[in-house]
């Protein structure tokens, strides 16, 4: 993830630790500087977060508590952290913040899940040890054994590693193998972060993985949930390589030849509306994208036929797309729901399983962002559940 530079910040004798990314103060000015709250005007609780002032908390005393504000890399020794997150490890006076926080809100998840990664000592380039952590979301179990159940780490490796991968993003926890899920909770050392999975798993409030991920069913849950109660008992699952531990390879071997001849199996792999938009040709398009068999596949190779792929807007509406012959999915506007808009929830279906992305699409042109190696974060490739 790289951040433009945060110029604007002016240090507050912690060096690299009072620079706020960007990205970062962008969610603290969306989610707590509106209105009359944390801004210069409105300093609820004496503290403002909007406009570029979020390095002044760093360090500084809590009216509330004990705790400091923020502690860059300890999320359970900063008040902030405390009071935007499910289930405090620290009492908290007030509400949880943001105001108004709703689990199904995926702007203010996303926000909520910036902050948190920032205070737990996220990686940003601009902002001092940074390390660019490429398009690496977590997938890549590598081919080693990693101690769990095969079962287990399905389920773990569908729904939970976009975020506790390795680096985990926009948390404190990694969930790759059996020596994570053993260690204690951050949120309560009493109980192991397995425990504590099957908890947030099954909570009403806050589950896991927060909105508007898709959850795992009750099924997938018991898989977890019995092997936790069975005292985690070592797995021998040898972790094949996931689908973007692939070398870039055309899995159909069927290349699609035809320019730009009016077909809707043309240019698989390739941004469809981008190219439509810029040559203001060819249909106009919501939604369009290719689903391959594996993650690195090259620009115009086919990829897997009759795959659906269910994609919800912004107003909670659902429409299935099914794959043709060349891999591609497209929804027409003309074919859409009134006014069917984005940030869009997207899963890819399959007889095995689903796949789903954790985050919102913010587009519907989904080959801009899974092109083969993977831009903006994406891994790579839409893929078929593995
Ligand atoms: C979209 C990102 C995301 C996904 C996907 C996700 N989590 Fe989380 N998880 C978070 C964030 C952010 C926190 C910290 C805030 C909180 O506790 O709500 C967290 C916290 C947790 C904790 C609390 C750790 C503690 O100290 O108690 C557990 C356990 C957990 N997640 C398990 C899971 C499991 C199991 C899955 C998959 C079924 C999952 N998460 C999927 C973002 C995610
Ligand atoms: C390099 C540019 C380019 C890319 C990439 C591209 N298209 Fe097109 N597309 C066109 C042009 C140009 C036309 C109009 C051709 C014509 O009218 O002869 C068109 C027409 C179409 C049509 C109308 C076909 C018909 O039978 O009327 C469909 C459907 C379509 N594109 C789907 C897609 C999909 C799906 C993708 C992505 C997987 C895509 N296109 C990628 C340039 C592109
Ligand atoms: C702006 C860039 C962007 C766009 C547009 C986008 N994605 Fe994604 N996608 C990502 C990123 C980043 C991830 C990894 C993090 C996550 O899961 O949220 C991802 C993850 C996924 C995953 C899960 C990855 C895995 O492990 O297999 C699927 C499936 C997916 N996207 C499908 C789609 C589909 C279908 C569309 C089009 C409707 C789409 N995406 C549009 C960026 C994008």
Redesign the pocket.
Known sequence: MVIPACEQLTPLGGGADACVPAEVQAAFDRSCGGGSCHTDGGKAGGLALGNGEAAAAIGRASVGSALPLITIGDTRGSYLAQKMVSDPATPITGDRMPVGFQGTNADQVADVNTILGWVAGGAYADCGAGTDTGNDTGNDTGTVANGLPCDVDAVLATYCRSCHGDPPVGTVVSLLGLEDLLADAPSDPTKSLGERSVERMNADVAPMPPAPATRPSAAEIAVVADWVAAGMPAGDCTVGPGPFDVEPVCTSKKNWTG??????????????????T??D???D?LV???VYPTGHEPDDCYGSASILVHVTDASDRTVELRT?S?????L?DGEAPAGFGPPYRVEVVSDVGTRAMSSAAPHGDC?ACHTQDGDDDAPGRVVLPW
Do not use: Q, W
Not at 326 to 330: E, R, V
């Open positions: 320019g730009n001849e009016e077909d809707p199996r043309m240019h698989p792999g390739v941004a469809c509306i981008d190219c439509h810029s040559m040709e060819g249909p398009l369009a994208g290719t043709n060349a891999g591609n999915f497209l027409e080959n």
